[in-house]
């Protein structure tokens, strides 16, 4: 079992550029996919951006150019550099690890408030 511990959320202004940490409890390389998940109130979670153990990104298109998703090997971890916050980013933004072979599994963090409100 992978646990993901998700950080950085909280109250931003808009305009604002929080960045998120996701902490795994095992090397990262061994996740084929991991990525950034989001979801508000009566709507189904939405894709932010993946990347692969080879370091291919994804965003979705309303994310592209103003998120950044990378990662820290050494430290495990997966980070989503936000910028230019509206207030419809609003959400809880979850991490997200896929890790496929003979079976395939997936693991999701608590998630993490983001409100971005003046």
């Known amino acids: 079992q992978v646990q993901l511990v998700e950080a950085g959320g909280g109250l931003v202004q808009p305009g604002g550029s929080p960045k998120l940490s996701c902490a795994a409890s095992?090397?990262?390389?061994?996740?084929?996919?991991m990525g950034w998940y989001r979801q508000t109130p009566g709507k189904p979670r939405e894709m932010v951006a993946t990347i692969t153990s080879g370091g291919n990104t994804n965003y979705a298109d309303s994310m592209k150019g103003r998120f950044t998703i990378s990662r820290d090997g050494a430290k495990n971890t997966v980070y989503l550099q936000m910028n230019s916050l509206k207030p419809e980013d609003t959400a809880v933004y979850y991490c997200h690890g896929l890790r496929i072979g003979s079976t395939t599994y997936e693991y999701w963090g608590q998630g993490t408030h983001v409100t971005v409100s003046s």
């Open positions: 095992t090397t990262i390389f061994s996740i084929y996919r």
